[in-house]
């Protein structure tokens, strides 16, 4: 098991940029495959980022495909979410979530592990 702690959420005017982090904990993050997803309020939730344990295979979105970059550092037991030209939609809560996996997964029921959230909030 994991446990994750994600932080740098925050209001930011459009077209700008944030940089999102997940702390993990445990003994099994370089065996995990990460995700980032989003919920804003009265929808589902939605898949954003992923990325596999080696950090060579990535998957995005369609939404954010060319404005977000999903990355890892397995020494430090991070994940981070670079996001820039935010859009107003991009607001929502953000998870990060894992599971342990050799591959990269895009669905949220293939994840067992996941973080309280951090909100963002993009103003037009």
């Known amino acids: 098991q994991v446990q994750l702690v994600e932080s740098g959420g925050g209001l930011v005017q459009a077209g700008g940029s944030l940089r999102l982090s997940c702390a993990a904990s445990?003994?099994?993050?370089?065996?995990?495959?990460m995700g980032w997803f989003r919920q804003a309020p009265g929808k589902k939730r939605e898949f954003v980022a992923a990325i596999n344990r080696s950090g060579r295979l990535t998957r995005y979105g369609d939404s954010v495909k060319g404005r977000f970059t999903i990355s890892r550092d397995n020494a430090k037991n991070t994940v981070s979410l670079q996001m820039s030209g935010l859009k107003p939609e991009d607001t929502a809560i953000y998870y990060c979530?894992?599971?342990?996996?050799?591959?990269?997964?895009?669905?949220?029921?293939?994840?067992?592990?996941w973080g309280q959230g951090t909100q963002v909030t993009v103003s037009s």
């Open positions: 979530a894992a599971v342990l996996s050799a591959w990269v997964h895009t669905t949220e029921t293939q994840y067992n592990d």
């Open positions: 445990g003994r099994t993050f370089d065996s995990s495959a």
